[in-house]
Every structure is written in C-alpha cells, then in structure tokens.
C-alpha cells in the first residue's frame, strides 16, 4: 500500500467516526514512519491552523502539559527565536501577553499555559513563524497524538494534498 492509500485510507475513517483513537494513532505511527521528517514538520503548522486559533492553542496546552520541561522549553525556545529574528522585543511582547519574562532566558521553566499563549498569538500574527515552530512535532511522535484525532486528519489530509 503506498503512502498516499495510507493517507487516503486514514482520512476517510478518521472523518467518517470508523476509528478508535488507539486505531488512528497506528494510522500516524504509520505515516510518521513513511513520510520524511522535514515533510511531515511542514504539515503540522497547517493541520493546527485549520482548526482556528482557539482551537488550536488548547490543544497545544494540552500537548504542552504532557511535554518535559526540555521539550516544552525546546517549543516555547523555537518562538522565542523567531519572534526575536523578526525584530520583535521579546521582553516587551512577554510582558504583553502576560508571560513570565523569565521565560526568555529559560524557556524550559514555561508553563504549559505560556506556550499554547505564545503559539497563540504566533498563530494569529505571524503564520509563518507559526508554522515553522509546529515543526517541532515532527520530532516527537507521541506529542502529535496528544493534539488529537482531528489533528491527525489534517495532517493526513495536508499531506495527501501535497
């Protein structure tokens, strides 16, 4: 079966209700396993954008709340860095969005909360940033099934269209 049956195949049970959430994280780990890892990076900023801002910034709270502190800090150092690249004044923008701006200079010690807010406004106001730190769920498997089914299938969708 090639890639794109696979990509087929999950898209349509996952949008039809035929798939335990256990069955379609298989379907991921398939996919995760068969796609490049820089492809599937590229397909997570979009799969999260498509489910609107809200939407997806509780769900990358939740993710974050099952991250480690090194993971967590790796997502929110990620932001961060692009904020920072595009010339923005990261003291400031914390301060703005009502995050400990000691977070700055330890990204590890961001709450859950920080990060998902971070993403957040990432999301709304910079896209491409945006999408480039979503990459970083190419890197942890188990962390894109803690997004949930619905992500999946954006994934899955995303990368049937490309």
Avoid: C, W
């Amino acid at each position: 079966m090639s890639i794109l049956d696979q990509l087929s195949g999950v898209l349509n049970n996952v949008m039809g209700g035929n798939l335990s959430e256990q069955e379609i994280h298989s379907h991921y780990d398939q996919i995760a396993s068969s796609v490049p890892q820089q492809t599937l990076g590229a397909a997570m900023g979009p799969a999260l954008q498509a489910l609107g801002g809200d939407e997806a910034q509780k769900r990358i709270a939740t993710s974050a709340e099952q991250m480690t502190p090194e993971q967590r800090g790796g997502l929110m150092q990620q932001l961060l860095s692009g904020f920072s690249s595009s010339g923005m004044n990261v003291g400031s923008l914390l301060s703005q969005l009502g995050i400990n701006q000691g977070v700055a200079n330890n990204p590890q010690s961001a709450t859950p909360d920080e990060v998902a807010t971070l993403a957040g406004h990432a999301q709304a106001n910079n896209p491409d940033l945006f999408h480039e730190a979503m990459g970083f769920y190419a890197q942890h498997p188990t962390l894109v099934k803690s997004l949930g089914a619905v992500v999946i299938a954006q994934i899955a969708s995303h990368l049937g269209k490309n």
